[in-house]
């Protein structure tokens, strides 16, 4: 398996930013049948191919993945996904007003 590491800074603060991440993972659930749950600050998910923990803090979100073997193959383009989405889901700006 291969590990996904991410983490940026937010400006959100922790209510907000779980918030945000549970939106997604909502989306994630409606297009890949991903699965999710939390423990704590930490959203735990899994999907075919997928499995990690998404871990959200007061100024920063962290993800924890493996790919499995075929998902590997599209970790570069993975994480210009993330790198893209992760921006546009957790700056100030963007979710200010949602």
């Known amino acids: 398996m291969n590990r996904l590491l991410f ?6 603060g922790l209510g907000r930013a779980r ?3 549970q939106r997604l993972a909502d989306e994630m ?3 890949y049948d991903l699965r999710s749950h939390w423990e704590g600050d930490s959203l ?3 999907a075919s191919g997928v499995s990690g923990v998404l871990a959200v803090s007061e100024s920063k979100i962290s993800l ?3 790919l499995g ?3 590997a193959s599209f970790k ?3 994480e210009a996904r993330l790198a893209a989405n992760f921006d546009r889901y957790f700056s ?4 200010a007003g949602e």
């Open 44 to 46: 735990h998910f899994s």
């Open 69 to 71: 073997f075929l998902m």
């Open 29 to 31: 659930t409606d297009q």
């Open 7 to 12: 983490e940026r800074d937010h400006g959100l």
């Open 19 to 21: 918030e945000v991440a």
């Open 92 to 95: 100030a700006e963007s979710s």
């Open 64 to 66: 924890d993945a493996k």
């Open 76 to 78: 570069p383009r993975i």
